[in-house]
């Protein structure tokens, strides 16, 4: 979470209380919030490709009689975004700093695989 005032709404039961917390930077952390941004919005940007693809999965699931839905859902699991993905997410979030050379690249490669898939999915919608 980016540096910040935010109102977060807490539950219990049926009770739903609103609270303002303050996001702020630990002082021992060297890392730019240029940097910090960067890593935010590559974990943005992963997490909307992360539904994306269970939406696309979960919905040629549910068309197991068309012959070009499940040749679909064939590609989707083969490529194995899912994974490939959460693993990336795991490695962008595990540090306090912004993706290395080679995570922007695997993002990048990660990204046009998923657009792929995006494009063949919106073609049998």
């Given amino acids: 979470m980016l540096p910040g005032t935010y109102t977060v709404k807490l539950t219990a039961g049926t009770a739903v209380v609103e609270q303002k917390i303050a996001v702020q930077i630990d002082p021992e952390i060297k890392t730019t919030p240029a940097d910090l941004r960067e890593q935010w919005s590559a974990l943005e940007k992963l997490t909307e490709m992360l539904r994306g693809n269970a939406d696309m999965a979960r919905e040629s699931g549910r068309h197991s009689d068309s012959p070009a839905w499940d040749n679909f859902r064939k590609s989707v ?7 490939q ?12 700093d912004a993706p290395t050379e080679a995570m922007r690249k695997l993002f990048e490669e990660l990204s046009a695989d998923y657009g792929r898939l995006s494009q063949e999915y919106r073609k049998l919608q």
Avoid: K, M
């Avoid at 699991?77 to 994974?83: C, F, N, T, V, Y």
């Avoid at 993905?85 to 306090?96: E, K, M, P, V, Y």
């Fill in 77 to 83: 699991a083969e490529a194995g975004l899912s994974q």
């Fill in 85 to 96: 993905l959460q693993s990336l997410f795991t490695l962008i979030d595990g540090s306090n």
